[in-house]
């Protein structure tokens, strides 16, 4: 456990010297790379112990405060989380490095630096605390460092608007879990996990009270749909490295909270379950829905990881679901199909926020609208997007189905003796979760990289440097080795579902051995058909050498005078599956038609405001406010009407103790 000790002061050492060598930048990252470096060698050599089978022991220090012990322990869950906080963060913070040499000031170092450097420390130090005080210390330290990095751009106002609100959404998660804690330890007699564990059963109340908190508190870090309100302000607000790891661990920590949960309570109701499920297919459709309908490129990826994220918890309910069924096989299907698409959104989410930050760079907006025709001036950065954009989609041969595919093989099993009826129902929802992702991100992928530029910058931009594309390259390359080889992946995701469900052994080889043999073929055959693509790219490219080959402009269509204006923009692109689902996605049109012989304006524009942050909350928030308007009618700033108050005030005790 010295070794996780180790990860967590490299990096947070790394955080205080890379300050106070703030003023030579070379020096400075120097500092990130070595402690980042340190810190992933110590943390993930111990993971790989862990996950290899071996047990280390905790670690437990005196804390002098009541009712604290600075508890530490990993098990395979832990190393499961471990190990995707530090790969995603030492991806992260290298590429930081160039961005913040890129950004030629608009990004202040010093805090970017540091509050990312804490964030990571404090995500390592979270997945390994056993007692409840430690876990809230490193929740409210991850919570604290990623406002400091939200609001690193405080100059402008939507940054400080989206930093607010991420504060709040942040602290009303906070205590939820303070009460879910304090629930759990008055019953124990103790903070730590394992007297949770073994503390006698909550009464009804209690426990539902202790699950409703869990979903409040750890869904509003997570996103759940309606408790996302910050998410899709806050990543875009952020600088992009800080946006991958926000968007691909520390969102996922509060998938990491909830298991951990459901672990030390066990088995849930089976209505919990399904309710699980229900809310995480919810979440699922309507974040993949605002995504198709962005047309800022880090607002679409904020949205999809809400998908993302519902996918997640669907697949977790599913896992609950067969516990409370008594189904160890439909279990382990289920929390491994979670787990696994939690590691494979980490990577391939943080690549696309990576990808998204290099193009921020070059053409120096966010709105898609800006873009077009980037792969033929950004050739690596497109295809590295590419491929994060297959990866979210579910296309194999990249890591994205294979995760997908679990939980799709959950629902569609005809033996497990489930309702068919409402897991056909549930199927259909991920399978229409799935056609909208392709949606969103060929919009996403087609008008950035394809087609011509359609403005002066875009036309003008260069290749990132290759501090930069490394990163990128390398989380690239994990999309593609998981999904071609599923082997490794699928068994960190089995040994950390086994921990979840407490499931034996022998059902855990024999689940493993054969998914990995399934997945492995698919794998292999998409790996074949990308081959066999590519092979004839390569015979066509050698048969065309002796012609003469003319070009000639992309999406040229046959015009004889092509320009961008021809071109699908954000929003005409998903314009006829958005009014399908006008009613649910409440998009505003502004359509001005051609007229006459010779129109003088043609223009179509759209906007799909968020639901919950722009037309529900306004409303509870005027309704709360009329309610605290009544006792607001007693202060009228008179001086008599206060001494009334205090002399009743004090009436009022005198005859109650007499």
Same mark, same amino acid.
């Given at each position: 456990?010295?070794?996780?000790?180790?990860?967590?002061?490299?990096?947070?050492?790394?955080?205080?010297?890379?300050?106070?060598?703030?003023?030579?930048?070379?020096?400075?990252?120097?500092?990130?790379?070595?402690?980042?470096?340190?810190?992933?060698?110590?943390?993930?050599?111990?993971?790989?112990?862990?996950?290899?089978?071996?047990?280390?022991?905790?670690?437990?220090?005196?804390?002098?405060?009541?009712?604290?012990?600075?508890? %530490?322990?990993?098990?395979?869950?832990? *190393?499961? +989380? #471990? @190990?995707?906080?530090?790969?995603? $963060?030492?991806? &992260? =913070?290298?590429?930081?490095?160039?961005?913040?040499?890129?950004?030629?000031?608009?990004?202040?170092?010093?805090?970017?630096?540091?509050?990312?450097?804490?964030?990571?420390?404090?995500?390592?130090?979270?997945?390994?605390?056993?007692?409840?005080?430690?876990?809230?210390?490193?929740?409210?330290?991850?919570?604290?460092?990623?406002?400091?990095?939200?609001?690193?751009?405080?100059?402008?106002?939507?940054?400080?608007?989206?930093?607010?609100?991420?504060?709040?959404?942040?602290?009303?998660?906070?205590?939820?879990?303070?009460?879910?804690?304090?629930?759990?330890?008055?019953?124990?007699?103790?903070?730590?996990?394992?007297?949770?564990?073994?503390?006698?059963? %909550?009464?009804?109340?209690?426990?539902? *009270?202790? +699950? #409703? @908190?869990?979903?409040?508190?750890? $869904?509003?870090? &997570? =996103?759940?749909?309606?408790?996302?309100?910050?998410?899709?302000?806050?990543?875009?607000?952020?600088?992009?490295?800080?946006?991958?790891?926000?968007?691909?661990?520390?969102?996922?920590?509060?998938?990491?909270?909830?298991?951990?949960?459901?672990?030390?309570?066990?088995?849930?109701?089976?209505?919990?379950?399904?309710a699980l499920v229900a809310l995480g297919l919810i979440t699922a459709v309507f974040g993949i829905m605002f995504a198709m309908?962005?047309?800022?490129?880090?607002?679409?990826?904020?949205?999809?990881?809400?998908?993302?994220?519902?996918?997640?918890?669907?697949?977790?309910?599913?896992?609950?679901?067969?516990?409370?069924?008594?189904?160890?096989?439909?279990? %382990?299907?289920?929390?491994?199909?979670?787990?696994?698409?939690? @590691?494979?959104?980490?990577?391939?989410?943080?690549?696309?926020?990576?990808?998204?930050?290099?193009?921020?760079?070059?053409?120096?907006?966010?709105?898609?609208?800006?873009?077009?025709?980037?792969?033929?001036?950004?050739?690596?950065?497109?295809?590295?997007?590419?491929?994060?954009?297959?990866?979210?989609?579910?296309?194999?041969?990249?890591?994205?189905?294979?995760?997908?595919?679990?939980?799709?093989?959950?629902?569609?099993?005809?033996?497990?003796?489930?309702?068919?009826?409402?897991?056909?129902?549930?199927?259909?929802?991920?399978?229409?979760?799935?056609?909208?992702?392709?949606?969103?991100?060929?919009?996403?992928?087609?008008?950035?990289?394809?087609?011509?530029?359609?403005?002066?910058?875009?036309?003008?931009?260069?290749?990132?440097?290759?501090?930069?594309?490394?990163?990128?390259?390398?989380?690239?390359?994990?999309?593609?080795?998981?999904?071609?080889?599923?082997?490794?992946?699928?068994?960190?995701?089995?040994?950390?579902?086994?921990?979840?469900?407490?499931?034996?052994?022998?059902?855990?080889?024999?689940?493993?051995?054969?998914?990995?043999?399934?997945?492995?073929?698919?794998?292999?055959?998409?790996?074949?058909?990308?081959?066999?693509?590519?092979?004839?790219?390569?015979?066509?490219?050698?048969?065309?050498?002796?012609?003469?080959?003319?070009?000639?402009?992309?999406?040229?269509?046959?015009?004889?005078?092509?320009?961008?204006?021809?071109?699908?923009?954000?929003?005409?692109?998903?314009?006829?599956?958005?009014?399908?689902?006008?009613?649910?996605?409440?998009?505003?049109?502004?359509?001005?038609?051609?007229?006459?012989?010779?129109?003088?304006?043609?223009?179509?524009?759209?906007?799909?405001?968020?639901?919950?942050?722009?037309?529900?909350?306004?409303?509870?928030?005027?309704?709360?406010?009329?309610?605290?308007?009544?006792?607001?009618?007693?202060?009228?700033?008179?001086?008599?009407?206060?001494?009334?108050?205090?002399?009743?005030?004090?009436?009022?005790?005198?005859?109650?103790?007499?």
């Amino acid at each position: 456990m010295t070794f996780l000790l180790a990860a967590v002061l490299s990096v947070s050492l790394a955080a205080v010297l890379s300050g106070l060598f703030s003023r030579s930048g070379a020096w400075a990252r120097a500092i990130v790379i070595a402690g980042l470096g340190a810190g992933g060698a110590f943390g993930g050599s111990l993971a790989w112990t862990v996950l290899h089978g071996r047990k280390v022991p905790e670690l437990a220090w005196a804390w002098p405060i009541p009712g604290a012990v600075f508890h %530490l322990g990993v098990d395979s869950l832990s *190393a499961c +989380f #471990l @190990l995707l906080v530090l790969i995603v $963060g030492c991806c &992260a =913070g290298i590429y930081g490095e160039g961005y913040i040499a890129a950004s030629r000031g608009h990004v202040p170092a010093v805090p970017a630096r540091f509050f990312f450097l804490v964030l990571v420390a404090a995500m390592a130090l979270l997945v390994g605390a056993r007692n409840a005080l430690l876990f809230m210390v490193a929740w409210e330290t991850m919570a604290l460092s990623a406002f400091g990095l939200v609001s690193c751009e405080h100059g402008r106002p939507e940054v400080r608007k989206a930093g607010l609100l991420y504060l709040l959404c942040a602290h009303v998660g906070s205590l939820c879990l303070l009460g879910l804690f304090a629930l759990l330890g008055r019953n124990a007699g103790s903070l730590e996990f394992a007297a949770f564990a073994t503390a006698p059963a %909550l009464p009804a109340a209690e426990r539902a *009270a202790v +699950f #409703l @908190l869990a979903l409040i508190g750890f $869904g509003m870090k &997570a =996103g759940f749909m309606p408790l996302h309100v910050w998410l899709q302000e806050a990543h875009p607000a952020a600088p992009s490295h800080a946006s991958a790891a926000m968007s691909g661990v520390m969102i996922e920590m509060g998938i990491y909270g909830l298991l951990r949960l459901l672990m030390i309570l066990g088995p849930v109701s089976k209505a919990a379950a399904l309710a699980l499920v229900a809310l995480g297919l919810i979440t699922a459709v309507f974040g993949i829905m605002f995504a198709m309908a962005q047309r800022d490129l880090k607002r679409l990826l904020a949205y999809s990881s809400i998908e993302n994220i519902g996918i997640i918890l669907a697949g977790g309910g599913l896992g609950c679901y067969g516990l409370a069924v008594g189904s160890p096989a439909l279990a %382990l299907l289920g929390f491994s199909g979670a787990i696994l698409h939690t @590691l494979n959104h980490g990577l391939f989410k943080s690549l696309l926020f990576l990808s998204a930050g290099a193009i921020y760079q070059a053409v120096g907006t966010r709105d898609i609208e800006a873009y077009g025709g980037l792969q033929k001036r950004m050739p690596w950065t497109c295809v590295l997007t590419a491929i994060g954009a297959a990866a979210i989609c579910g296309l194999p041969p990249l890591n994205g189905f294979i995760g997908e595919w679990l939980i799709y093989s959950w629902l569609l099993r005809p033996d497990a003796g489930h309702g068919m009826l409402w897991t056909s129902l549930a199927a259909a929802a991920l399978a229409a979760v799935g056609a909208f992702a392709v949606v969103a991100f060929t919009k996403g992928y087609g008008l950035t990289c394809l087609g011509q530029p359609r403005s002066e910058e875009a036309r003008r931009a260069r290749e990132p440097a290759w501090i930069m594309l490394g990163p990128m390259a390398f989380l690239a390359a994990l999309c593609v080795g998981i999904g071609v080889f599923p082997g490794p992946a699928l068994g960190v995701a089995f040994a950390a579902a086994g921990e979840v469900g407490r499931i034996e052994p022998a059902l855990l080889c024999a689940g493993l051995d054969q998914w990995s043999r399934l997945l492995g073929v698919v794998g292999l055959m998409g790996a074949g058909v990308c081959a066999l693509s590519a092979l004839f790219w390569l015979l066509r490219r050698s048969l065309l050498a002796r012609r003469r080959v003319a070009c000639g402009p992309t999406w040229g269509c046959g015009f004889t005078a092509p320009t961008p204006r021809m071109q699908y923009t954000g929003s005409s692109y998903p314009a006829p599956l958005a009014r399908v689902l006008a009613g649910l996605l409440g998009t505003r049109e502004e359509v001005h038609p051609p007229l006459g012989y010779w129109p003088a304006k043609v223009a179509f524009e759209s906007s799909t405001p968020d639901p919950a942050l722009e037309r529900w909350l306004p409303v509870l928030a005027a309704r709360l406010v009329d309610w605290l308007s009544v006792p607001r009618r007693l202060q009228h700033g008179r001086l008599q009407l206060y001494l009334l108050y205090v002399s009743a005030f004090l009436v009022v005790i005198l005859l109650w103790k007499l």
